[in-house]
C-alpha cells in the first residue's frame, strides 16, 4: 500500500515527519474548498487515515510529541482552510494581505490545541484499553470529533470548517444532518475516513467503519424521494444583491448613490411581481440608525404591503455622547413601524478587538468603538403577517443548534457582507453553512449578501434559486412555507453527543480490544 509506505518513511524521520504532517494538514484544509466530493472528500480521507496511522504506529509514550502531532496537523488544515480571512486586512492596513497571513498564523495556532489535546486523549486511551486497531479508529473518531465541537462551543466558539461540510456538494449525504447534525455527519466522516487503513488489515474492519455513512447515505436517499411539500401558504420574496465594491462601501461621497441602487434594484417591475418581503445585505443602509430616525422618508418608496429588512449600524447615545453600536437589522414598514435586532455572535477582530485591554489595535470594520453583543431574541412577527422569522447577521449562521432563540419561526434570514474576502473560498463555505441550517432546522433560508452568494434555500437545502459571486441583480420568488420540525430541531447536538458516549463504551467490546486475540 503507497500510503502505508510513505507513513512509514515519514514516522521514522526525525527531520521529516513535522513537514508531512504539516502536509497532511494543509492537504486536509484543501477539502473545504467547496469543490466536488470527488475532489474533497479523498482529500480528507488521505489525510485523516494518515494521521490516525500515525497515531496508532506511534512508538513513543510521550505526550508532547503526540500533542504536536495533532497540533500541527490542525494547524495546517485551519491555515489552509482560513487563508482567506487574510484578504479583508488589505480594507484596512497597507500590505494588509501580510499582515492578515500572520493574524490568521495566530489564529490557527490558537484553535490548533484541540486536535492537539485531543490525540493527547486518543493515546492515552488506545494504550489503557489495549485496542486493537478498530477500537482505535473508534476512539480516533470519538476524541476529534469532540475536540471539534469544543472548538465551535467553548469561548464563544469558532465552529468554521468542521469535518462534516466536506460533504457540502453531496445534497444525498447532507439530508444526514436533519438528524444527527453537522457535527454527527463529521463523526461519522472521522471514522469512514480510517477505512483506508483498516480495509489492508481486516476487509471487516474496513466495511465496518463505512457502515454509518452508508447508512446516512441511504436516508438522505429515502428522505429526498419521500420530498412531498403539501403547503398552502408562501410568501413573495425579493432578494438584493447590490454588488456594491468593499473599497467604496463607505465612501461618503456615495452613500447617496449606493442607496439609490438599493431602492432601484427593491422597484424592479419583473413581470408584476409584487414582493411582500425585501432584503438588503448586511449593513446595507449607510447611516446611523440616529439619522435614520430623522430621515424616514428613506422608506417611502416601498408600497404599503410591504416590508423591508436591511442591515444597519444601531447606535446608543448617554449624555449626547456615543456609548455603544451594533451591527444591526431593521424590520420597517412604509411608515417606519419598526424593530431592530442587534448581533449577538460577534467577529473577533473583525467587530471587536478581544485584547483592547491589553493593546489598542485595530478592527476591521469602520470607527474604534467596539460593536456592542445584543441580548434579546431574534424571532421577529412580520408586519401585517401571522409569520415569524428568524434574523442572523453574518457569521451567526454558522452556529449549529443556535440559530434560534426564541418560538420556531417560519423561515429565517441571514444578511452578510462578504465582499471582505473577495473571489475566494470564503463566501462558498458561508453559505454551506447556510446550507447546512436549512437542513438542521427544516426551514428555508434566505441568504442577502452584498457581492454574493445570495439564495433561497429550502428545507432539504436545495437552491431554489441564488446569485452567483459578483453578480448584481435580484432574486424574485414566491417561496413556500414548510415549519415541520426535523428530529436535529428537536434534539439539537443531545443526539450526537449521546452517539459519541455510546461509540466510547462500544470500542470498551471485548471483541475490539488486543486482549482478546
Known sequence: MIIYKIIEYFKNNIRTKPIFIFFLGCMSGLAFSSNSIFICVPLMFVALSSLFSFLYNIKTKNFINVFLIGSLFSFGQLFTGLYWISNAFDFIFTNGTYIGLIAIMFLALALSIFYGFSCIIIMYVINVWRLNLFGSALIFSVFLSLGEYLRGNLLGGFPWNIIGYIWTDSIVMMQSVSLIGIYGLGLFTFLASTSIILVFYRIKYGLYALLPTLFLFIYGEIRLNLNIDETDKFIQIRVVQPAINQNEKWDEKLKSKHIEKLISLSLIDNDKFKPKLILWPES????????????????????????????????????????????????????????????????????????????????????????????????????????????????????????????????????????????????????????????????????????????????????????????????????????????????GNSIYLITLIFMLMLARFPFISKTSK
Open 284 to 491: 446595507s443602509l449607510p447611516y446611523a440608525s440616529s439619522k435614520l430616525e430623522k430621515n424616514i422618508e428613506i422608506f417611502s418608496w416601498l408600497s404599503e404591503e410591504q416590508v423591508l429588512i436591511a442591515g444597519i449600524t444601531r447606535t446608543k447615545y448617554k449624555n449626547n455622547l456615543l456609548s455603544k453600536i451594533y451591527n444591526s437589522a431593521v424590520i420597517s414598514d412604509k411608515l417606519f413601524n419598526y424593530n431592530y435586532y442587534d448581533k449577538v455572535k460577534l467577529v473577533p477582530f473583525g467587530e471587536y478587538n478581544p485584547f483592547r485591554k491589553f493593546f489598542n489595535s485595530k478592527k476591521l470594520t469602520k470607527g474604534t468603538l467596539d460593536f456592542s453583543s445584543g441580548e434579546n431574541t431574534n424571532i421577529y412577527k412580520l408586519i401585517n403577517t401571522n409569520l415569524d422569522l428568524g434574523i442572523l447577521i453574518c457569521y451567526e449562521i454558522i452556529f449549529s443548534s443556535k440559530v434560534i432563540n426564541g418560538n420556531r419561526p417560519d423561515f429565517l434570514v441571514n444578511l452578510t457582507n462578504d465582499a471582505w474576502y473577495g473571489d475566494t473560498y470564503g463566501p462558498l463555505q458561508h453559505l454551506a453553512a447556510a446550507r447546512a441550517r436549512a437542513i438542521e432546522e427544516g426551514m428555508p433560508v434566505l441568504r442577502s449578501a452584498n457581492t454574493g452568494i445570495s439564495a433561497v434555500i429550502n428545507q432539504y437545502g436545495q437552491y431554489l434559486k441564488r446569485l452567483e459571486l459578483g453578480e448584481e441583480g435580484v432574486i424574485d420568488i414566491n417561496m413556500p412555507l414548510n415549519k415541520k420540525k426535523t428530529i436535529f430541531s428537536i434534539f
